[in-house]
């Protein structure tokens, strides 16, 4: 005889139940976030001219683009590239399901907490070198 599990028979309090709890932790993700973007930015700007031959600039994404979920625009000699700044795995995965059937290309950067500028730089340059590659592909 094949044993039950009994733990999901009993009600665990939803998270939502708690107001006050869901929107601290809403402050705290939310506050991380701008904090990921603040890195992503500053990592990009003091690139000491290391910056690949191609890249023209980076600009905050105005709030009509923000509201289609592109974060951040790099200038590219090959045009502008759009970014999407995450700090979690799971949070890149549930914008990439969100926007599946968006037109526009937006490159998904996941910035740990833990990453120094350099990884920032080298992370954020091959995906956007690949996303300019992409590009030049001939058409089929």
Known sequence: ????????????????????????????????GFQTEKKF????????GNNPDWYNGVSKATIEQDQRGIDFIVHTSFGDIF??????????????????KQKVRIIVLVIKNDYNEENIR?????AIQAEIDFYKKPSR
Do not use: C, D, Y
């Not at 930015?41 to 000491?48: K, P, Q, S, V």
């Not at 970014?83 to 599946?100: R, V």
């Not at 080298?122 to 091959?126: C, G, K, L, Q």
């Open 1 to 32: 005889m094949k044993q039950k599990r009994i733990w999901h028979n009993h009600k665990i309090p939803a998270l939502k139940g708690n107001r006050r709890i869901f929107k601290v932790l809403k402050n705290i993700q939310r506050s991380r």
């Open 41 to 48: 930015m500053r990592a990009i700007e003091n690139g000491n």
């Open 83 to 100: 970014i999407q700044i995450k700090s979690s795995q799971t949070g890149a995965n549930k914008f990439l399901k969100k926007t599946k």
């Open 122 to 126: 080298s992370i954020s340059f091959t």
